[in-house]
């Protein structure tokens, strides 16, 4: 039972390029939720899914989509890197109680 | 906008005593309210968590109080440790992942405890 795995751990990336970050859960929840962490800010919600095949807009969507193609798998996606998007990506899933299980991260910064 | 604002930013704390982290939120819909830990290089984890019909929670060194009249609730840890030495979150919600608010979490600032031995 690995609970949840984000695919990659560390990134860089240039201005404009675009990359995928994976989150893959085996606990069978519903919800899973992207978020991103910069100092002082905690931690803020840029989309989530109630379930396959949906995805809502969180607090700081702009810039990010996201697709949840199965279940277990929720992609975030950035088209055009910018520099504001240097931050650490932290993807979490949870069951109808509330309680959110996160990822261990991905760090990402944009050139 | 939601928000929940937390303070201290970071705290120092010797070893046995008392740390106290002070959240505020504004949202009266919020039902429920977890506290997470974070350990550098790792993801945040559940501490604690309480609901607003109750006024304290308490799990080994660990209480939350919470005064629902005040929209505030805080993070006592009692006999500090070395080990407490983490990054601390509050948060609030919706329990109900049936409604609206589909478990989602508005988080505060978080808070630097450094436990020195």
């Known amino acids: 039972n690995a609970g949840v795995t984000q695919t990659p751990k560390f990134r860089v990336l240039k201005t404009g390029q675009s990359m995928t970050l994976l989150c893959a859960q085996d606990?069978?929840?519903?919800?899973m939720y992207w978020y991103r962490q910069d100092p002082g800010m905690g931690l803020r919600l840029i989309h989530y899914?109630?379930?396959?095949?949906?995805?809502a807009k969180g607090e700081v969507p702009d810039g990010y989509n996201v697709s949840r193609l199965k279940k277990q798998n929720f992609l975030l996606g950035l088209e055009s890197a910018a520099p504001s998007q240097t931050s650490v990506y932290f993807c979490?899933?949870?069951?109808?109680?509330?309680?959110?299980?996160f990822g261990p991260g991905t760090r990402l910064t944009v050139l | 906008q939601q928000q929940v604002k937390q303070s201290p930013q970071s705290l120092i704390v010797q070893k046995g005593g008392i740390s106290i982290i002070n959240c505020a939120y504004e949202?009266?819909?919020?039902?429920?309210f977890p506290w997470y830990q974070q350990f550098p290089g790792k993801g945040p984890a559940l501490l604690i968590a309480?609901?607003?019909?109750?006024s304290e929670k308490k799990e080994g060194r660990f209480t939350i109080s919470f005064n629902k009249s005040a929209k505030q609730f805080s993070l006592h840890i009692m006999d500090s440790q070395p080990g407490d030495s983490a990054t601390y979150f509050c948060?609030?919600?919706?329990?109900?992942?049936?409604?609206?608010?589909?478990?989602?979490?508005?988080f505060g600032q978080g808070t630097i405890l450094t436990v020195h031995p």
């Open positions: 979490a899933s949870s069951y109808s109680k509330g309680k959110q299980f």
């Open positions: 606990m069978n929840h519903e919800y």
């Open positions: 899914s109630v379930g396959e095949g949906t995805t």
């Open positions: 948060a609030a919600g919706g329990a109900n992942a049936g409604g609206t608010s589909y478990g989602k979490l508005t």
């Open positions: 309480i609901r607003p019909d109750v």
């Open positions: 949202n009266t819909a919020f039902d429920y």
